[in-house]
């Protein structure tokens, strides 16, 4: 039987490969926006033409587009060349990626029940799509002709790295399998898009279910009036006129948290928060959890591999499952007694205000603030005056960015967005000639997931002609109309970080779609990202920020002295709970088929005890049932990505710090080693480029506050 990449679109009907379009979903419009390359400026989507209903029969097209192209490629009777197949296959499917990209981003941002419908009806066919071109014995064979005589070629570097990326990801999507497992595998594949769009809505739908509802207005005592206000006002919108509601973020810990007196009432919110996923009913995803692990270990015993994680990993900087967890087991016990000795310093507060209680997870950020009171003079709340999100965008972030590279950013209010919060900023380069368009969306909106992400609507690639659109979103609360949007000091951060995967977008500098931007190893992706933090304190920015939102009054010099001697308290904390879920990730993906657990709750005990932080004032920053990284979002065996990334990050700063930090020398080094490279270099090269040595994890233990303390020596 041919390979179904072969065979024509009707005969794909037939067999089930393509649906069609049952009587209830709407014809195919007259004018679909998704069929066209935008004429937009960066070919941005034009948001303001396209509705739900155009992109079930765009996906259509796009669908018997690329199959048609595919066919034409495998079929194609010439010797395979570099040109014929590579290339063909770099220029085929563009129909089809160019609708996905606007789809799975707008999903995510800005989603609702008729997205959510597409959502599910696609996964599992984009998933067939997938396997239809990656498991086509024809096209296959031309390409391991090609890797077969790749010394041969006279291929230039990048190009000889496309064959080799291309040739790898086939092998590793089953390419060399026999017939009978390449159809359980494409069962298995068709069956983990379906549980993970299924995991991703569901954890949506709990987090704005799972609001908490307040009764009285003494009970949110030590709340600022803007977030009382914000809870009456979601109250009301929600038929809970003269209440209050608590909206959730999707970690485990809550910001009101830090702020709320009331103790049964931060119970309340931690309770709920903790329980998400695990309560039965509609939104619960213990099931999802144990299937979505024990597919993804029987896919990787099909393809070979020990478990899941074996399989992930080989493609990742790190290497091997065992690499991750000698870097995991070496942090952990550190960082579990640092917490515990914050604990202690937060247990005696309690215990001399006669509290009567010990220490629980609901309590941490609250005694956590008073001890910083008490400490250092220091109250996170006393920073946010200083941190107007507009000014934090426009004076930090992108001043920083012209300073180090050179661009500058004009806003542009005449594009179409997706919703009234976006803005669009035209970046253009050093010379002044157009280099992106950078979409910000920053505030939280139940239709919009949780977490902060950065993502492509175009991506740069010379083989095509294109130039970046890239998108930041954030989750920040929005205020009451006419208030101004204040940040905390990680939110602060997350505006750099983020940004720094934008920059890494955007100054893409490649040839081929298949390296564009941000496309490298998950475990390295995020070391730009962290790289970009740095400047959210670097004095010459924080100066031309963070200044008061009333009085224009800059941070004063004794309170970021108490910020800087506050640092490193609560790192225990920090490190414990983001440990505490990268270890659960590799727990899940590490078991064989036979050896993953339907009871989820147990598992996930038993797995935090065995690795050494099951400490309860400290649970993991994401439980297993609403864990979006893992079991929905491209981190699978993956988490532990923002730490191995921060090892990089902690050598390079220390890099910037030594050569003179914010200068467009040490900008275009960046630039022209990792950030315009893309996929097109190995991740450990660039950075040896950039910093002309190997990653050391000493700056990193200093950072956490987790180095071994030297004892003095005695006279």
């Known amino acids: 039987m041919r390979s179904p990449s ?35 400026p960066f070919h941005l989507p034009p948001f303001n033409l396209i509705k739900d209903e155009h992109f079930l029969p765009a996906f259509e097209a796009g669908i018997a587009a690329e199959l048609k192209e595919v066919e034409a490629i495998a079929a194609n009777p010439a010797a395979p060349t570099f040109d014929n197949t590579l290339v063909a296959l770099e220029k085929s499917g563009q129909l089809l990626a160019r ?87 494409k069962a298995l594949n068709a069956e983990l898009a379906t549980l993970e769009t299924s995991f991703s809505q569901l954890v949506l739908k709990e987090v704005n279910a799972s609001a908490v509802l307040v009764e009285t207005r003494a009970e949110l005592a030590g709340l600022s009036a803007g977030q009382i206000t914000a809870a009456a006002e979601l109250a009301k919108a929600r038929g809970h006129e003269g209440k209050f509601l608590l909206r959730l973020q999707n970690t485990t810990g809550q910001p009101p948290l830090a702020a709320l007196e009331n103790r049964a009432l931060r119970e309340r919110v931690q309770q709920a928060s903790l329980a998400r996923g695990s309560r039965g009913g509609e939104f619960d995803t213990r099931a999802l959890v144990s299937r979505l692990a024990r597919f993804r270990a029987e896919r990787a015993a099909l393809l070979g591999y020990a478990h899941h994680a074996a399989y992930s990993l080989e493609d990742q900087t790190a290497g091997t499952a ?29 215990d001399r205000e006669k509290g009567g209680f010990p220490l629980a997870a609901w309590d941490w950020a609250f005694y956590a603030e008073k001890v910083r009171r008490e400490r250092y003079a220091f109250d996170e709340a ?11 965008l426009r004076d930090g972030v992108f001043f920083a960015a012209t300073k180090l590279y050179g661009i500058t950013f004009a806003e542009r209010h005449d594009l179409p967005v997706y919703h009234p919060d976006v803005r669009v900023f035209a970046v253009a380069d050093a010379d002044g000639r157009p280099l992106a368009l950078f979409l910000f969306d920053p505030y939280a909106r139940p239709s919009k997931r949780g977490g ?32 101004p949007t204040l940040l905390t000091l990680d939110e602060v951060r997350t505006a750099f970080h983020e940004f720094g995967h934008a920059l890494h977008a955007m100054f893409s500098d490649v040839t081929y779609p298949r390296f564009s931007g941000t496309a490298v190893p998950r475990d390295f992706v995020e070391f730009p990202s962290q790289v970009n933090e740095l400047w959210a304190r ?18 004063p010099a004794e309170l970021l ?18 440990l505490a879920a990268a270890l659960l990730d590799q727990a899940w993906h590490q078991l064989r088929p036979r050896g993953v657990p339907d009871d989820v709750i147990s598992f996930e005990t038993s797995a935090l005890r065995h690795a050494g932080v099951d400490f309860a004032p400290v649970p993991p920053r994401y439980r297993s049932t609403y864990f979006s990284h893992i079991f929905a979002g491209g981190y ?37 080693t990792v950030l315009s490279r893309g996929g097109s270099v190995d991740a450990l090269a660039m950075f040896r480029a950039f910093t002309g040595g190997e990653p050391d994890i000493k700056p990193l233990l200093a950072r956490r506050g987790l180095a071994p303390v030297v004892p003095a020596a005695k006279n």
């Open 6 to 40: 072969l065979l024509p679109s009707t005969l794909l009907l037939t067999l089930g490969l393509l649906a069609p379009l049952s009587a209830a979903e709407p014809a195919m419009p007259t004018a679909n926006p998704l069929l066209a390359e935008s004429s937009l």
């Open 538 to 555: 670097w004095p010459e920015v924080l100066k031309n920020y963070a200044k008061h939102h009333r009085t224009g009054e800059p941070l």
């Open 452 to 483: 902060a992400w950065a993502n492509a609507y175009v991506p740069q690639a010379r083989l095509l002609g294109t130039q970046p659109v890239i998108a930041n979103h954030l989750n920040v609360p929005k205020p009451p109309a006419g208030e």
């Open 322 to 350: 065992e690499a991750v967890n000698s870097l995991l087991a070496q942090l952990a016990a550190p960082a579990v007694a640092n917490a515990r000795r914050e604990a202690a310093t937060m247990q005696a507060v309690i």
């Open 561 to 578: 002295a108490k910020v800087e001697a506050a640092e490193q308290f609560n790192e225990g904390f920090k490190t414990t709970e983001y």
């Open 636 to 672: 699978s065996a993956g988490y532990y990505a923002y730490i191995w990334a921060e090892v990089l990050d902690a050598d390079s700063v220390e890099w910037f710090q030594q050569h003179g930090g914010l200068t467009r020398a040490n900008g275009d080094r960046l630039r022209q």
């Open 99 to 185: 609708v996905n990209r606007v789809f799975s981003n707008l999903v995510k941002a800005h989603t609702n029940p008729a997205l959510d419908k597409v959502d599910q009806a696609m996964a599992p066919r984009l998933a067939a799509q997938r396997d239809a071109i990656r498991l086509n014995p024809a096209l296959f064979a031309r390409i391991q002709a090609l890797y077969d005589q790749r010394e041969k070629l006279g291929l230039d570097p990048e190009a000889q790295r496309l064959l080799w990326r291309y040739y790898t990801d086939f092998v590793r999507a089953g390419a060399k399998l026999g017939e009978a497992d390449k159809t359980k595998l």
């Open 382 to 392: 006393q920073l946010r005056p200083y941190f107007e999100l507009d000014r934090v």
